[in-house]
């Protein structure tokens, strides 16, 4: 049925470039920023900051058709 799934932009910075194939993603109505990440099948050991219109999203954030995200990897050092 129409409606029951949303198109997401995504773009990633840093390592998680490389596991995002496509600058599209297409979820389903009501999915959240952690449905999208599973979808993406990223490593469980590379972890990221998604951020939608310059402002960081909690995993529980609501996604709209047509949103875009940029997905940032969170990297560590000393």
Request: with cysteine; glycine share 12%; hydrophobic share 40%.
């Amino acid at each position: 049925m129409a409606g029951d799934f949303i198109t997401i932009g995504v773009a990633g910075k840093g390592p998680v470039r490389k596991y995002i194939s496509r600058n599209k993603a297409v979820v389903p109505s009501g999915s959240t920023v952690s449905t999208l990440i599973a979808g993406l099948r990223l490593p469980a050991e590379l972890r990221v900051i998604c951020m939608r219109d310059g402002k960081r999203m909690p995993p529980t954030a609501k996604l709209n058709d047509g949103d875009s995200v940029i997905m940032i990897s969170m990297v560590a050092g000393g």
